[in-house]
């Protein structure tokens, strides 16, 4: 699944040496604005120590992880909905992104510039809103006029549910609130789709620290989790500095050093999976000597979508998925167990996958 997270936040606050951590490539990390001009993009695999443990077992030829994409978006300034600051070509950017991760400076540093010349996260966090507020609706004027005429005069359901849309959101937009809050039916939320609005995006603010407030926060950490508290939206709190240093170490070496930081992970890896799950999306396994592989599927996907993934035609010829949990083969040791133990199913085209199932597809083309 080509799903993504944008990188989104006011320039130097961290985006894009988060960004190189995430993903090891070369985006310009420069103390100055714009340093970005196009949206980097990087595939990232997400950890996932159940794989790791199914590997133990199975013993394949070979192990591939299922990945997401994150794109680094140049930093936005106030006015961008006007088109300040490359502002029209970045918020095009955010746009077809599907989530957006939005970084907001929580440290203090007198060597790194502030575009807005002191450290608010509140603030940082409410230029940006407001931005991409604006540019919403700016979508919805344009599109206000025509439909409704078109409403008026139709009686096309699909017409009548874009207009009924339009005045929700038009109606949240000016009260200063994202497109996501509207109280849309899902007949409508449909129609709103083609409007393409950033502000109806998933939204997860990543606290970017330094060390100390890594594990104990800050005045500004707290700032910015009672705001997602208030949202109803998610804090990742990562020192993009450190996971730079790590990202660069040997595994053996990252081991010995997140050791000696009291760390059981990288910080990244719980963005990854933050952002994993702001997508709504989790992972079934295919197991098997030649391979063990990860696969991405939205949640409430049933088994022929699963399958899906893998090719259309095994969604289109689908017959059946023969499917056990990733649990039964770690408590049981092996296939072959699980099989005796009488948990080996066979499931239909109604079967709704479980996060972390083990799936063998039978299709017929």
């Given at each position: ?112 510039i502030h575009v807005a010349g002191g450290v608010n996260p509140l603030s940082d966090i409410d230029i940006i809103n407001t931005e991409l507020m604006l540019a ?54 449909i129609a709103a789709r083609e409007l393409f609005l950033i502000t109806a995006k998933p939204v997860l603010y990543v606290a970017n620290v330094d060390e100390a ?153």
């Amino acid at each position: 699944m080509a799903l993504n997270c944008g990188i989104v936040g006011l320039p130097n606050v961290g985006k894009s040496t988060i960004f190189n951590a995430l993903t090891s490539a070369k985006a310009q990390a420069a103390n100055y604005p714009f340093c970005t001009i196009d949206p980097n993009v990087g595939m990232v695999s997400v950890p996932d120590a159940r794989q790791d443990r199914i590997t133990a077992f199975v013993k394949p030829n070979r192990v591939v992880p299922t990945t997401m994409e994150f794109i680094d978006i140049a930093g936005l300034v106030a006015g961008a909905s006007k088109g300040e600051g490359l502002g029209n070509q970045f918020l095009g950017h955010i746009r077809a992104t599907d989530a957006i991760c939005h970084v907001v400076r929580c440290f203090d540093d007198d060597n790194v510039i502030h575009v807005a010349g002191g450290v608010n996260p509140l603030s940082d966090i409410d230029i940006i809103n407001t931005e991409l507020m604006l540019a919403d609706m700016d979508s919805v004027e344009k599109r206000w006029n025509k439909s409704e005429k078109a409403a008026r005069m139709s009686q096309d359901p699909k017409i009548k549910f874009e207009w009924e849309a339009l005045k929700k959101l038009r109606e949240v937009l000016e009260a200063g609130k994202p497109a996501r809050v509207a109280d849309l039916t899902d007949d409508e939320r449909i129609a709103a789709r083609e409007l393409f609005l950033i502000t109806a995006k998933p939204v997860l603010y990543v606290a970017n620290v330094d060390e100390a407030g890594l594990k104990d926060g800050n005045k500004w950490v707290s700032m910015v989790e009672q705001r997602a508290a208030e949202e109803g939206a998610q804090v990742v709190r990562i020192c993009g500095a450190l996971e730079a240093e790590i990202s660069q170490l040997e595994p053996e070496e990252r081991k010995e050093f997140l050791a000696e930081m009291g760390l059981e992970e990288p910080g990244l890896n719980r963005l990854i999976h933050s952002a994993y799950k702001l997508l709504g999306l989790f992972t079934y396994f295919t197991a098997g000597v030649q391979e063990v592989r990860a696969w991405t599927i939205p949640n409430g996907a049933k088994a022929p979508q699963a399958a899906g993934v893998i090719h259309s035609d095994f969604e289109r010829g689908f017959i059946r998925a023969d499917a056990y949990h990733c649990e039964e083969l770690f408590k049981l040791g092996s296939e072959q167990a699980v099989k005796e133990a009488g948990l080996y199913r066979s499931e239909g085209k109604e079967y709704v996958v479980k996060d972390g199932d083990i799936l063998f597809f039978k299709f017929n083309v």
